[in-house]
């Protein structure tokens, strides 16, 4: 009877354990946890995107292969002729702390399937081009050596590899079903996801603390992808496992699921308020370009201006949101001259004016933007930051909040601005402005609440 009992028992716990192991389960998490988790990152509000592979010798957009429907043979000159001679990490990475960016995340492998760094399980890697180094590695380490978090892009597309089917977003794509499947015979996806998985594995293991992953990007549907492609739970479980505070984007195709993703990715648009998932505010991260493509494009003409920039990000942090701006080094190995010239007019800005920018947020609905102004709100200190994006004539009106501040200055100089109620409506508050435009791209007021 008893060693009966003890088999029941045993079968019940066998069956549960099973269970357990083919639901992948992701680690539980309360939402105050993961807010902590994720706390560096929401502080940060400022990160630098960098786009770099092959594609950056064509020079006209990383899609190029696509766009131009390359075969592999058509694409490979590029990789021949990988060499970025003048290329020194530690001074993209000086430029990124200049410009006041907090985090960085590097293209490790981009849809062009090509490996920045030195992987196992591919021959289609940075250290068998004339380069011949991992890049990879010397990236960690400068931007390490600058305090920033490293982090970085895993595109989930694959145009090179040999299992991975032909699809709608493929250089090689169809017209027809059976002409994808006459395509298609012969490739193994079980072998993909198996490379995806080693690829993670060594992405997240042998380059010490990595802060994010951005794995990018899934497309259901007819001839499209999604998580059953990528085995995206597993490899999101593994990804946790090894680097267990690991921050990571939106795009696997997991939204349904608990702890599939961290924070979503609205894509060089600016959104019109904070994003929300069911009913609830969600963390959030706009990535943005220069000019529009996010490698190196020699002609693109399309670069956005130093206000507009920095507009975009004070408008991000101001909806709860971080920036993640993009630079598309050249093949040479050097940050663009426009995208130099942008960070630096950003960093001029943000020495002087961050305080506005880190650790802060949305401000709470009782504060009302006057016209052409944007809100931040460090909630720590208490401190309202109005962002003046024309500058007025002379004087400011702050909405009923006469009994609310209790001083008032401009950011960049700590200079008092004085202010008093109005005469027609009590609460009101007026503040007295100086006449000239201080020499700030865009002047910040800092009040200090009551
Ligand atoms: C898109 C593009 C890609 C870029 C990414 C950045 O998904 O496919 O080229 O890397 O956006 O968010």
New binding site residues.
Partial sequence: MKTKTLFTVLFFVSILFTTQLSLAQLPKETETQKAERMKWWTDARFGM?I?WGLYALPARH??VKNAERMTNEQYQKYFEMFNPDMWDPHEWAKMAKAAGMKYVVL?AK??EGFCLFDSKFTDYKATNTPYGKDLIKEYVEAFRAEGLKVGF?YSLIDWHHPDYTIDRVHPQRQESDTAYARLNKGRDMNKYREYIKNQVRELLTNYGEISIIWF??SFPGKNGKGHKDWDSENLLKMARSLQPGIIVDDRLDLEDVEGGWDFT?P?QVQVSKWPEVNGKRVPWET?QTFSGS?GYYRDENTWKSTAQLIELLIESVSKGGNLLLNVGPTARGVFDYRAQDRLKSMGEWMKFNSRSIYGCTEAPAEFKAPANTLLTYNPVLKRLYVHLLAYPMESLVLANMADKVKYVQFLHDASEIRFRASDESKNDLILSLPVQKPPVEIPVLEIYLK
């Fill in positions: 995107f786009h990383e899609w293209t981009h849809h892009y990018d990007f990715t894509e990535c996010w």
